[in-house]
T-cell receptor, first 113, second 114 residues
Framework: GDSVTQMEGPVTLSEEAFLTINCTYT??????LFWYVQYPGEGLQLLLK?????DKGSNKGFEATYRKETTSFHLEKGSVQVSDSAVYFC????????????FGAGTTVTVRA | DVKVTQSSRYLVKRTGEKVFLECVQD?????MFWYRQDPGLGLRLIYF???????EKGDIPEGYSVSREKKERFSLILESASTNQTSMYLC?????????????FGPGTRLTVL
């Protein structure tokens, strides 16, 4: 079945550091890929998505590129802020259209001033 | 502003009690979902619904049931709560068909079963 593997945390960074969170997936066909973020005390919210190979999703300075050849969707940000401290989840939805998302385990990121 | 609300942020129940978790969305979305979130496991889908009175099992439906009598409301029921159901429960909704549609999440209910 479909699955998502993302790098284990926790990750602790200083402000203005570069952030990468690795995500790889297993799926048949051509899934859609997502990054969701969960700020402390809140539900998840969509950060960015990509629906086909070589697409780049971007939002709030974060980027991720859908790489079918490496089955990856790594999240990057060039200069993090304290406000980026959160839990980040990689997820996929397969192409069957049954609405379900498969999530990775989540990566906790803490940014220190 | 779109919104998914859940009836409680924190809930403490005893083993064997029947527990109701309520979720309401104001976006007129067709699809609604219940997940549980546990450290190191991410989110796991319990049940989902793509229409009123329709329900589908997710990956971990055992020990749970759901009810969707109105489009905006999706209830998760623990018929006889057990300690291994202590978790964070998240409700979500989405519009229309297709896996690429964004899911909107509520703030979660942290359930403790003693």
């Amino acid at each position: 079945g479909d699955s998502v593997t993302q790098m284990e945390g926790p990750v602790t960074l200083s402000e203005e550091a570069f952030l990468t969170i690795n995500c790889t997936y297993t799926a048949t066909g051509y899934p859609s890929l997502f990054w969701y973020v969960q700020y402390p005390g809140e539900g998840l919210q969509l950060l960015l998505k990509a629906t086909k190979a070589d697409d780049k999703g971007s939002n709030k300075g974060f980027e991720a590129t859908y790489r079918k050849e490496t089955t990856s969707f790594h999240l990057e940000k060039g200069s993090v802020q304290v406000s980026d401290s959160a839990v980040y989840f990689c997820a996929l939805s397969d192409e069957t259209g049954d609405y379900k998302l498969s999530f990775g385990a989540g990566t906790t990121v803490t940014v220190r001033a | 502003d779109v919104k998914v609300t859940q009836s409680s942020r924190y809930l403490v129940k005893r083993t064997g009690e029947k527990v109701f978790l309520e979720c309401v969305q104001d976006m007129d979305h067709e699809n609604m979902f219940w997940y549980r979130q546990d450290p190191g496991l991410g989110l796991r889908l319990i049940y989902f619904s793509y229409d009123v009175k329709m329900k589908e099992k997710g990956d971990i439906p055992e020990g749970y049931s759901v009810s969707r009598e109105k489009k905006e409301r999706f209830s998760l029921i623990l018929e006889s709560a057990s300690t291994n159901q202590t978790s964070m429960y998240l409700c979500a909704s989405s519009q229309g068909q297709g896996g690429a549609n964004e899911q909107f999440f509520g703030p979660g209910t942290r359930l403790t079963v003693l």
